[in-house]
């Protein structure tokens, strides 16, 4: 989850920098902003590195962006073993629009795309937090998402 963003970005700003133009989109998470173990790590990680290859890409015709999302519908989750049903429908997004608003963001030069306003607002809402209040609502019963067993 890191590697692959490392080596895949540098070999893709390469070309594009050499051409004048280009976009490179990682996908991070709101996840980057929780205390939710390694997974929030790697994500943290996607996140601060394209902003740091975007400052480095200013001016190169090349832009970066971190796609941060919340929950999105897909397949992921099931495949990772984890429960689904924890969190409220509303918590959920729809690909097709995730992408879409990733895809505007990219177009107009944005670092960080987090699609939705309700993901919007609780990114913000997380970095203006305590930190120990994060924590503590990583700790809740009601955010574990452990193994379904099916």
Known sequence: MVRAVLVLSKAAAQQ????GRGAILNVASVAALTA????????AWVRTFTEGLAVELHGTGVTATALCPGFVRTEFHARAGLRDDTFPEVAWLKPGPVVATALADVRRGAVISTPSLRYTLASGLLRVLPRSAVRAFER?????MRSTGR
């Open 36 to 43: 939710s173990g390694t997974y929030s790590a790697h994500k």
């Open 16 to 19: 594009m920098v050499s051409r």
């Open 140 to 144: 809740s019963p009601r955010r574990s």
